[in-house]
């Protein structure tokens, strides 16, 4: 179990050097946690001077160097190290903007991973007092990182970090030719701009081995491979006579859409709803969360600070085509992102309003609804967007800035949402329990609590010929041919590649709410 401490006295410079209501960064505590491998992390930080932080977990927290011309993996390269404060475990996945202040600029999560003390040196296995003594011999385990290296003091309290001499080393690697972020796919530019990442989408040649491969095989995308089998095994019955939705068409799917996902996913917790046995078989869906053992090592797991020990530990988090394909081929059929950052996890990026029909509500009075938010939106002057769910509702994604909590956007939503069931009130009912709504819909502002999610844009739903929640612009809502199912997966492709993402709007928004 995790033991975290808000006082401890390892984050106090930490702590004091920051004003958590004008910076993103994650506030802290100390996670002691002996059942993993020990985290490490390089950001790329374009403050006064570019630079990249070396972050090590040690003792529940992150032991940190600012390196000024990075690490690399050439062993000639002896790169200058400053000690700087120790930073909180949840630090190792922050990317953003910082406004002001103490380490003014902009942070991207450029490598991570996990790190151990070289085994060739037993007496580094005192982490803190190799530290302490200025010598610390270790191995990374890392997307661009690899291998042995040393961080060792010298005279004026200055470090150096050298990459080791062994199989893992490449003579002339420069960082700065890798400047991508491993959890987002930006860059420091796209984290000012308030531009997305895209992960890589598969070749031509990948999706031609994926269709010409029998029913188990290998499949190789974006650099990691991945077992898949059951490749032919139908899991949805085609719509309207079309052929049946096989795990093989789901797979391709979910690969081919991963440069869309990025922005929904990234840095995210994610809950499966799975169906192994397909969405008619006798065990039905369930929900999923922890990463099975038997995943393989290139899927990113969140190991969650603030889980009770009898809860799920660790998360799934999507960095990219390939954990999409692991998942897929995993039946996680439906993608649930939280609506927090595992940097900041009781911090939403959202207010979420669901839209959710009861039996006895119409299209078009579900449609009725969304419109009322749509002029809502407009006088509170709130950048935000709809989608369609895919099965019978719609739901709107208001981004905002970093610092309310989840208590905020729940009564911010319950305000909005109750102000315009006023309006309305034949077709809204706020009786908890369906049986009590008499068949009318609910505006559900309970979805804005840490851990419970809304599907993702881009997910499939399990239904016959495999619907996608699908963003849309407002004005797609007077389409008289909208349907909340309208698109498939073998719609949604073409889709993207004819009019974008309507939720492309919504990336880099920091809006604050407005008081209702």
Same mark, same amino acid.
């Given at each position: ?36 491998? #020990?985290?490490?992390?390089? +950001? ?11 972050? #090590?977990? @040690? ?22 190290? *400053? ?172 690969? +081919? ?41 290139? *899927? ?32 996680? @059929? ?13 911090? %939403? ?48 994604? @208001? ?70 929640? *699908? ?8 389409? %008289? ?20 993402? %309507? ?14």
């Amino acid at each position: 179990m995790a033991e975290l401490d808000d006082h401890a006295a390892k984050l106090d410079e930490y702590h004091a050097k920051r004003d958590f209501g004008s910076t993103p960064e994650p506030a802290g505590r100390v996670v002691t946690d002996k059942d993993r491998p #020990l985290r490490f992390l390089v +950001q790329r930080h374009r403050a006064r001077r570019l630079h990249y932080d070396l972050r #090590l977990e @040690i003792g529940g927290v992150l032991a940190s160097w600012a390196v000024p011309k990075g690490p690399g993996l050439d062993p000639k390269r002896k790169s200058l190290a *400053v000690k700087v404060e120790d930073h909180p475990f949840a630090y190792g996945w922050f990317e953003g903007n910082i406004p002001s202040g103490y380490g003014k600029g902009d942070v991207i999560v450029w490598d991570d991973g996990w790190w151990e003390p070289d085994p060739a040196y037993p007496h580094s296995k005192d982490l803190a007092r190799a530290v302490d003594s200025g010598e610390l011999k270790f191995v990374l385990h890392g997307k661009k990182l690899h291998g042995r290296y040393v961080i060792l003091r010298t005279a004026g309290d200055q470090w150096l970090l050298i990459k080791k001499n062994d199989d893992d080393a490449v003579p002339g690697w420069d960082p700065e030719e890798h400047p991508a972020s491993v959890l987002s796919a930006r860059t420091n530019a796209d984290v000012v701009a308030g531009t997305p990442g895209r992960w890589a989408a598969p070749t031509e040649t990948e999706l031609r081995e994926l269709d010409e491969m029998g029913a188990k095989g290998r499949w190789t995308v974006a650099g990691e491979t991945t077992l898949l089998t059951n490749l032919d095994k139908v899991i949805m019955p085609g719509r309207d006579g079309d052929p049946a939705i096989t795990k093989r068409e789901i797979v391709r799917y979910y690969a +081919q859409v991963a440069p869309w996902l990025t922005p929904y996913l990234a840095g995210r917790p994610v809950n499966l709803n799975r169906f192994p046995d397909g969405i008619g078989g006798a065990k039905g869906g369930f929900w999923h969360k922890a990463v099975p053992a038997h995943a393989p090592a290139f *899927v990113r797991r969140w190991p969650n600070p603030l889980a009770d020990i009898d809860k799920t530990r660790e998360y799934l988090m999507v960095d990219g085509a390939p954990s999409l394909v692991w998942a897929a081929n995993f039946a996680g @059929i439906e993608i649930h992102p939280w609506t927090s950052t595992a940097a900041s996890p009781e911090q %939403p990026s959202y207010a979420l309003i669901d839209i959710d029909p009861g039996p006895a509500t119409t299209w078009a009075e579900t449609l009725v609804l969304a419109q009322m938010f749509r002029v809502a939106m407009t006088q509170l002057d709130l950048v935000a967007r709809p989608k369609v769910t895919g099965q019978r509702g719609i739901q709107v994604w @208001i981004p905002i800035r970093s610092g309310y909590t989840f208590d905020d956007t729940s009564r911010f939503v319950e305000a909005l949402s109750k102000t315009i069931g006023r309006v309305v009130p034949e077709l809204v009912s706020w009786q908890w329990r369906k049986s009590d709504r008499k068949g009318l819909a609910r505006l559900d502002y309970t979805q804005n609590a840490i851990n419970k999610t809304l599907v993702a844009p881009y997910s499939i739903r399990p239904a016959p010929g495999a619907p996608v929640s *699908v963003p849309l612009e407002w004005d797609e809502l007077d389409d %008289p041919d909208l349907r909340p199912d309208r698109w498939t997966i073998r719609e949604v492709l073409g889709r993207l590649a004819s009019v974008g993402d %309507p939720f492309g709007a919504l990336v880099g928004q920091e809006q604050s709410l407005p008081a209702l």
